[in-house]
C-alpha cells in the first residue's frame, strides 16, 4: 500500500458520510484529495474486494479502524459513499 497517503483526520467525525471514487485495478495505491476524493486501489473489482481495499485506504488515510467505516451506496459502483460511524 501507499505510505504517501495524505491527512484525512478532519474527515473522521461520528456520521459523516464521505463520498468518493474508485479506480480499481491501478498500477499503485493512492489517495487523491480534491474536488472530488479519488481512491486508486491495486485491486481487480471482483468479489467486492476493490471495495475492500478502498475501504481500508480510507480508513488508514482518517486514522480510523476499517470496521468503523459502513458502505452505504455503490457496493458495485465506482463512486461509493461510506459512513463513519
Known amino acids: 500500500m501507499a ?3 495524505p491527512d484525512l483526520s478532519h474527515l473522521a467525525r461520528p456520521g459523516a458520510e464521505i463520498a ?12 487523491v484529495a480534491g474536488e472530488v476524493l479519488r481512491i486508486s486501489v491495486t485491486e481487480i473489482p471482483e468479489d467486492g474486494r476493490a471495495t475492500a481495499a478502498a475501504q481500508a485506504l480510507l480508513a488508514r488515510a482518517m486514522g480510523v479502524a476499517k470496521t468503523r467505516l459502513t458502505l452505504v451506496r455503490g ?3 465506482r463512486d461509493k459513499v461510506f459512513r463513519l460511524d
Do not use: F, S, W
Open 20 to 31: 468518493l471514487r474508485v479506480t480499481p485495478n491501478a498500477r499503485r495505491a493512492g489517495i
Open 3 to 5: 505510505e504517501d497517503l
Open 75 to 77: 457496493a458495485k459502483a
